[in-house]
């Protein structure tokens, strides 16, 4: 059986740990050519690369002249693009202490590192007639939270900003979508910086007691594995979605209640 995704070449940003490293390796694994985009690598990584499909590219994408540096490494052929880069500091402070500059900070790498990064991809699948892009997004896009109150803001723009753009693009064959995750098990959650540790902090519980707490509020009682979230992200980059377009599609193991 050939591989779904043979000769189609993706991009990948904030590509070295977590959700992005699981859909540069759920890509490669279906055959893709990977250009993985990241500010340093990983171990992880590097062991993709070393297996010729990935190429890790670093970049900071605060910066427009790196986004198109970027895309360049896609040497003009371009059929996917997977926005990931993103951060969710916990506000513990509430919302008065949250600065000009620390907002600057989480939408820049929210929203508009997703901005730039398609606007210099999007000429390369206008040419070819086709493409597929998928921006990560979160639940938090619909189920704000003050704990991340700028993070949320920037989600829901970054929604927004997708949905908007599928209906401009959809008719030269180009799809758009956001994959919304809930809790999932990476270091945004569970690095020693992460948010279990810094609301712990705050709180005057453990992290342990943050994470049971966040998977006790899913209905399967439990995170997400970015490997799970990545799958999500290859079916919606695959033909077998190839009439979905402008949706946001959540998985987040019931954490927005639907009843």
Do not use: C
Not at 57 to 77: F, K, M, Q, S, Y
């Amino acid at each position: 059986m050939s591989s779904p995704l043979h000769g189609r070449t993706a991009v990948v940003t904030g590509a070295s740990k977590g959700i992005g490293l699981a859909v540069v390796a759920a890509l490669a694994r279906a055959g893709a050519t990977v250009i993985a985009g990241s500010r340093t690598s990983t171990p992880e990584l590097e062991a993709l690369a070393e297996d010729g499909a990935v190429t890790w590219v670093p970049v900071d994408l605060g910066d427009t002249r790196d986004a198109e540096r970027l895309i360049r490494e896609a040497r003009g052929n371009l059929d996917i693009l997977v926005n990931n880069v993103g951060a969710a500091p916990a506000r513990t402070g509430g919302f008065l202490t949250v600065t000009d500059a620390d907002w600057e900070h989480v939408l820049n790498l929210n929203l508009l590192s997703a901005v730039r990064v398609t606007r210099a991809a999007l000429p390369l699948m206008l040419d070819a007639g086709r493409g597929a892009i998928v921006t990560v997004a979160s639940v938090n896009a619909t189920l704000p939270d003050p704990m991340v109150i700028d993070y949320s803001a920037g989600k829901a723009a970054v929604v927004a900003f997708s949905k908007a753009l599928s209906k401009e693009v959809g008719p030269q064959g180009i799809r758009v979508n956001t994959v919304s995750p809930g809790p999932v098990r990476t270091d945004l959650w569970l690095a020693q910086d992460g948010v279990a540790a810094t609301v712990s902090a705050a709180a005057g519980i453990t992290p342990d007691d943050v994470v049971a707490r966040a998977a006790g509020s899913t209905a399967t009682g439990r995170f997400s594995t970015p490997e799970e979230v990545a799958d999500l992200v290859l079916f919606l980059v695959g033909d077998q979605a190839g009439n979905i377009t402008g949706s946001d599609m959540i998985i987040d193991g019931g954490f927005i209640p639907t009843w």
